[in-house]
Structure formats: C-alpha cells, structure tokens
C-alpha cells in the first residue's frame, strides 16, 4: 500500500516529522510533500516548484492530471537529466486521509491506547466537553482536554496550538490539524492520561484531521 511505502522510505532514510510536510515552502531534499486542496490553495498547484527541489517523495491525489505523466517528475525537467531525478511520485484516493493515517502510525496510534470521548454539533461543543472533563477527573482522574480553551490535563494548560500568537482567548482551531492532534494524544498518554475530553467541529471530520482515531 502507498502506507506502508511511506513508512519504509521514513525507516530507510531515518526522517523525522519535520520532513513530513503539506507547506510546500519547507520543502527540502529529505522531505515528503503532501499536496493538499485546501479553501484558498491547493497543493497540487505548486509541484512544480515542488519538484525543482528534489524531495524524496510528493503524495498526490490519482484524480490530479498531468501532461507527460509517464515522466519521473511530469516533464517539470528542463533537460533529460533533471527530467530522470530520482524523486518517488506516490498517488492516493486522498491526501488529507493518507497524511493523517500516515501521523497517526508515527506517533504509535496513541487513541488505541486510550478513551477519547469526542463532542460534535452546532452549538454547546465547548461547554459539553469541558463539564465533561471535570466530571471525568472527579470519577476517573487522568483526564484531558483538547478543544477551543486549549489543551490541559493535570496542572498543564497550554492556551493556544500557535506558537506564534500570545493570545490567550483562541487556539486558532476548535480541533486542531493532525500533526498537533497526534502528537498531543502522544504527550498525553506519556504523561498518563487515559481519558480525553475533545471538541470536534465537523470542519475537521470533513478534513480528516483526526483520522482514524476511534472514539
């Protein structure tokens, strides 16, 4: 599966999750490319540029068309040589789906060692899950919270998911995107908790950012 190629080539070339990237700025050499439709960009639309930088690997979606598809790099080159770089042009059904599963697995699937309790709707998220963590601690103890107040378990608070902001008042997400989401399960569960109280806005169901955590 394009699953298990990925995560023989991390195996291989020793990668970290920094080069794992959507960002088509920070890519490099070692990296794996995303090329991810977003509401205002899509990926897909910088592989050129992409590709000039001779990453390991970009992920695509198989219904993105390219002229000359037969070529390593889609014709991006301007001579045979360039033409014949060695970078592996990797398809899938969808990207989003594909780079959230291929975080989770990094990050040891921590959801399967634990109990997430995620609170979806219109209105009331933030006020269900967070009675629902305090009551959780009161029974249970070891519980989190992952929503718009911030991330907090225990005598940890962290106000927001960007580190470039000082505001206090928001996280930027109401369910944060899967690099932050994986990873803070995986803090989470190092720490001890084994309970987590989280908002999930139909935002990120419909952009898998959570996938394929099991509530």
Known sequence: STLNVLLELIKKHNLSLEDITTNHKKVREKSIFFAIKGSQFDGHSFLKEVLKKKPLAVVIEKNYLISNSNDTIFGVGKNKKEAKQKTLILRTENTRKLYAELLSRLMGEPYKKMKIFGITGTDGKTSTAY??????????????????????????????????????????????????????????????????????????????????TEF
């Open 131 to 212: 009675i629902l963590y305090q009551i959780i601690n009161i029974l249970k103890g070891n519980c989190g919270y992952i929503g718009t107040l911030g991330v907090f378990w225990g005598d940890n608070l962290r106000e927001s998911y960007n580190s470039k902001t000082e505001k206090k008042s928001s996280l930027g997400w109401t369910t944060p995107p899967p690099e932050v989401w994986f990873k803070t399960l995986q803090e989470m569960y190092h720490k001890g908790i084994k309970f987590i109280s989280a908002e999930i806005s139909s935002h990120a169901l419909a952009q898998y950012r959570i996938y394929p």
